[in-house]
């Protein structure tokens, strides 16, 4: 078991995060924010897909305004995502949302975070701390507004990584810009605060959440910034959550694809599953299929796992090509297919529940995947 580190709990809208709370997946949406028919249309396709909370980009007023429409009619939490525009983030609070994101790299004027503050404590409204590498304020200009160049800040001369013991690197400033904001709220007296600290490079992102987690009480939420495509991202981002998550670190995550926001959802709950955080929605195991293969388990398999894709119950489904792994996988499972020449056996709790034709596989082991839900649905 993954013994996760303790964080302040707080809720967004009515998801907890922190606390015993379990690690909650996240999506933004990809839609042009004041087209709420069609922002709303993509949210509810995340809700099917599983998503627990949304952001949503405001980059000007009047999609600041949307927002009210588009809370009004979805289900799960809704997060501002807010740049540069304090007066964007009073206008968000004002539509409902249920978490603001602020990125202290492009608000860096204290008065203005201050009155941003001030309006979510009166609403009870948690706040993000979104640093994020590719937006960080320019180097010894932390905290400061005047007579300093986007074009030559400094950041990209920094050490990536660690650095050397002496030397002031990428992952220093970056706990840095995220402790100067923590200050500003903590001086205010709030305390509803979540902490993320994303770069595309893992070695940072992942050094900057382990230095974080160790100097504040607050819930971490992970991510790699702009990962990929969803074959690379994914792959980029369950190695960096992944090396956090096994270490107990993480509260929320939100895996960023170059694809369909839904895509970014499976993937995060994939992570999550593989390293038993989650525990909602089946688990595929599955043949890679070889030259001892007899049927094309490869298309079985992934037939199987789009099948699967809606199930809620916690079901490990099992399927197999040959008779070297096959058996034993499948009898691991809680439903499991050995599909040989012509036939396939197919298993429930490591018990052979029938033997069935080529061609009836598909159908046969799903009708025992259905009864298998139905009995993990009756109480005990």
Not at 333 to 343: N, Q
Request: charged share 30%; glycine share 10%; net charge negative.
């Amino acid at each position: 078991m993954i013994k996760r580190r303790v964080t302040k709990a707080l809720h967004v809208g009515d998801v907890k995060i922190g606390g015993d709370a379990p690690v909650s997946v996240q999506s933004m949406t990809k839609t042009d924010t004041r087209d709420v028919a069609a922002t709303v249309r993509q949210i509810k396709e995340l809700e099917e897909a599983g998503c627990e909370i949304i952001r949503s980009a405001v980059p000007d007023m009047e999609a600041a305004e949307a927002l009210a429409d588009i809370k009004r009619q979805i289900r799960i939490p809704l997060v501002a995502d807010i740049h540069f525009h304090y007066q964007l983030a009073l206008k968000a609070l004002e539509s409902g949302v249920d978490c603001l994101r602020l990125n202290p790299g492009n608000i860096r004027d204290r008065e203005k975070v201050e009155l941003v503050v001030r309006e979510a404590k009166a609403r009870g409204v948690p706040i993000r701390i979104g640093v994020n590498f590719g937006s960080l304020p320019p180097v010894g200009g932390i905290g400061k507004t005047r007579g300093l160049s986007r074009h030559r800040d400094g950041v990209n001369m920094l050490a990536k990584g660690t650095g050397d013991d002496d030397e002031y690197s990428v992952v220093d400033h970056m706990v840095a810009t995220g402790l100067w904001e923590i200050g500003i709220l903590e001086d205010l007296d709030f305390d509803l605060i979540k902490i993320s600290l994303k770069a595309f490079d893992i070695d940072t992102t992942v050094e900057s959440y382990r230095r974080m987690a160790k100097l504040v009480p607050y819930p971490l939420h992970l991510g790699i910034t702009e990962s990929g495509t969803a074959k690379s991202g994914s792959i980029r981002s369950a190695i960096g959550l992944g090396a956090l998550l096994y270490d107990g670190i993480g509260d929320t995550i939100r895996v960023s694809l170059s694809d369909d926001p839904v895509e970014e959802v499976y993937t995060g709950f994939e992570i999550l599953k593989s390293l038993e955080l989650r525990k909602e929605g089946a688990v595929l195991v599955a043949c890679p299929s070889c030259g001892r293969a007899d049927v094309d388990v490869v298309s079985l398999a992934n037939t199987v796992d789009e099948l699967l894709k809606k199930t809620k119950s916690p079901i490990k489904v099992a399927v197999m090509g040959c008779e070297v792994n096959g058996p034993g996988e499948a009898k691991d499972a809680d439903v499991g297919i050995a599909a040989g020449a012509g036939r396939a056996i197919i298993f429930r709790k490591g018990q052979k529940a029938r033997i069935v034709a080529e061609d009836e596989m598909l159908s046969a082991l799903m009708e025992e995947v259905d009864k298998a839900e139905a009995e993990m649905a009756i109480p005990v």
